[in-house]
Structures are given as C-alpha cells and as structure tokens.
C-alpha cells in the first residue's frame, strides 16, 4: 500500500486530479449520436429556441436544419392600413343600406387584420419599406429586422420538416365580449371541410340560477327568440335577427380560413417533405389543417383565388346547422344560442335529404363524429350534444 506521503502518492494524486480536469473540460453532447440529438431538438420545436441552439456549436449549426416537427410562434403583425377616411364621408355611408353596413363590418372586422396577416407569412415590398423609413438608431433596427422576418423566411433553413404548426398571436376575428366563436377548417387545394361553434354567450350555470325567479329551472325552456328543446325554430329566430348573425359567422370564419390557406403557399412550396400543417392562433378560435394528402393536392392543383383578394376562393357550399337556444355543459359551463355549423363543397357526400323542412330541407348529416371531435372539451360535449338535434341545409354560392 502506499504510504501517504510517498512521491508515488502524489504521482497518483497529480494523475486523479488531471483526469478530473480533463472530465470536466469534456462536452458530454459530444458522446451523443446525431440521431438523439435530432430527437432532443424534435422534442423542442420551437423555431426561436432552435435558432439558439444553431449558435452553440457547428454540429448543432449542422443538425439543426435536419429537424422534422417545428413550431413557429408569431409574435406580432405588422400592418400598412391606410390612415382612417375623413368623417364627412359619413353621410354617405348611413345612405348605402344595410348590406352595405354588412360590408363594412367585413372590410374593417376581417379583410384588414387579414392583410396584416399576410406580412408575416409572405415577404412583402410594403414591409422592406417599412424597414427603410423606420429610425436608423441600432436598436430600433434591430428590433425592426426581428419583428419583420416572416415564417417563410424563418423555415428556410430547415430541409426535413414534416410536422409544421404556425401560432398566431390572435385571431383575425373581433367578437364581443362573452361571444364564443371557434372554426376548424381542413383544405387540399380548395376548402374540404369546415366546422365552426358559436355562442350568443356564454355563461356559468350558478349565474342563471342566481339571476333565475324560478327554484327549479329547467334547462329545457322554450326561448322566445329561437328554438324549443324538440328543436323547432321560433319564427323569431328568422325575424329576429339570430338567422342572419351565424350566417355572418359562418361567413367570416370561411373568409379567414381562406386567407389563411392562401398565404401558405410559400411555405409548402419550399417544403417538400411537409406531412401534416397546422395554422392556429393563440385565442384558440380558428385552426387550419393539411394533412399529407391535402398538401400534394395543394402541389398538384392550381390554387384558385377569390377576385383580386389575397384568400382562397371559397367553392359553392353546402352547409348543416344545429341550433339550440340553451345548452348545459359538464362542469357547469352554460351556451345561450349555441350554434354548430358544418360545411362541405357542394359536390361533396355526406348527408341524404329526409323531408322538406326549414332552411330548404331538414337532412341527415352521416360523418357526426368529426364534428364533435373538432373541438377540445368543454366544446367537443357541446358539439356533440348539438349534432343529436334537428338539422337543417342551407345552400351557399362560391364567393
């Protein structure tokens, strides 16, 4: 054995204390195969935090581009609206009518956030502009180059993807306060499918007993401006105005799933291997999906616009709707005017016409269960409570 203070002793200690310099100093990722680091940045996806990772060493620089499931968090848009029209055009428009009211509620609630939109998916002359009026000082330059790189400029580097999912950071749509409105839409080279859920309001089954005069409501009450629980509409439901607002709901849902599927293109014509797409927002109202097959349709078909709009041209529709004016949810949650709508290209299958009815023919709607499991809970209970009622048609012209 030897003897603490022998020379051989500290020989050896000199030779432990090297090695654990030499263990320290050694980048344990080094030991890693490529391919369970390309597993580590998969399970990151965040585009931002890949960039990050791009800068540590040159192997992640190189395997960082190989990377197949992304997420691509958009921070903000950037907008170019012209500055508000002048008050004294105000006469003017009070003259053009209610359809012309309709029109401006779309133009100023849809269309403009829309093209807003497009400067962060698509490069765009109007934001280079806006790079060169902007103030010179580095900070501001700085942080006018970051805000204005699109996602399609951003996913250049990658070479593999084959999960993408696009956040916004809001949806396109302006509702009021305690109206819900949700859309799922599914497109190939023009619209597949669309589902949308909304809500007049939406409140919590305490607050109606509270403000109730009756001990014991009962959620099967007739409502004067819409429907009995048998599902029978109220003449009220046609004159009152309820009609004719989740038309414009199914409307504006359509106008911004079509914008939205318009300003991909860039995007999925630089990624070949792209299997599935997600275009969400972080309010959790509209989802856009493509599945593998949808996006080679997309490659293959001639994408189609609508007139000089940058969206998609929305095919002639065929649209079902389940209404009920008061719907209880699991946990307490409470929809006044809750309202699912399902739309389909008017070629497509799907439903076989029963009688003649309201909205021009009460139909039977076959594919039910892709409707309730378009929504996460409490709204796929909804939807699927919904679908178990009366349903109605309604027809609608390519737009």
């Known amino acids: 054995m030897t003897s603490p203070g022998s020379p051989a002793a500290a020989a050896d200690l000199r030779r432990w204390r090297g090695d654990a310099e030499e263990e320290e100093g050694i980048d344990h990722f080094d030991r890693l195969p490529d391919s369970v680091l390309l597993v580590v940045f998969n399970r990151i996806g965040d585009v931002k935090a890949l960039g990050r990772c791009c800068v540590v060493c040159r192997r992640f620089h190189d395997l960082v581009p190989l990377v197949d499931s992304v997420l691509v968090r958009v921070d903000c848009v950037i907008s170019d609206d012209p500055s508000p029209s002048p008050a004294g055009g105000a006469g003017s428009d009070r003259s053009r009518g209610v359809f012309s009211h309709l029109a401006r509620i779309v133009i100023g609630g849809i269309v403009k956030p829309l093209q807003a939109l497009g400067h962060i998916l698509v490069p765009s002359a109007a934001v280079a502009s806006n790079r060169r009026s902007s103030p010179s000082s580095p900070s501001s330059s700085r942080s006018s180059e970051i805000s204005h790189h699109s996602p399609a400029e951003v996913l250049k580097i990658f070479k593999e993807i084959r999960l993408l999912r696009i956040e916004l950071p809001a949806g396109e749509l302006g509702v009021d306060d305690g109206v819900l409105l949700k859309w799922k839409a599914e497109f190939g080279s023009t619209l597949d499918s669309c589902v949308i859920l909304g809500a007049s309001s939406v409140l919590s089954s305490s607050s109606i007993l509270h403000k109730s005069s009756s001990p014991n409501p009962n959620p099967s009450f007739q409502d004067p401006c819409g429907a009995d629980d048998s599902g029978s509409m ?10 004719k607002l989740r038309v414009f709901w199914t409307i504006s849902s359509l106008i911004a799933a079509s914008a939205r599927h318009y300003l991909l293109q860039p995007i999925i014509a630089d990624h070949e291997a792209l299997e599935r797409l997600e275009l969400t927002d972080v309010d959790g109202q509209g989802v856009l999906t493509m599945d593998r097959w949808q996006l080679q ?79 996460e809970e409490p709204y796929r209970s909804a939807a699927g409570m919904l679908v178990k009622r009366r349903t109605y048609c309604l027809e609608m012209n390519s737009f």
């Open 234 to 243: 109220a003449d009220s439901f046609y004159t009152s105005g309820n009609l």
């Open 297 to 375: 349709e997309f490659r293959a078909k001639p994408l189609s616009a609508s007139g000089s709009s940058q969206r998609t041209l929305v095919p002639a529709l065929s649209m079902w709707l389940w209404y009920a004016p008061y719907l209880e949810l699991p946990g307490g949650m409470v929809l006044k005017g809750a309202t699912l709508v399902a739309v389909r290209p008017s070629q497509e299958q799907g439903m076989e016409v029963a009688s003649s009815g309201e909205f021009g023919g009460v139909v039977e709607f076959s594919d039910r269960c892709s409707l309730s499991s378009a929504f």
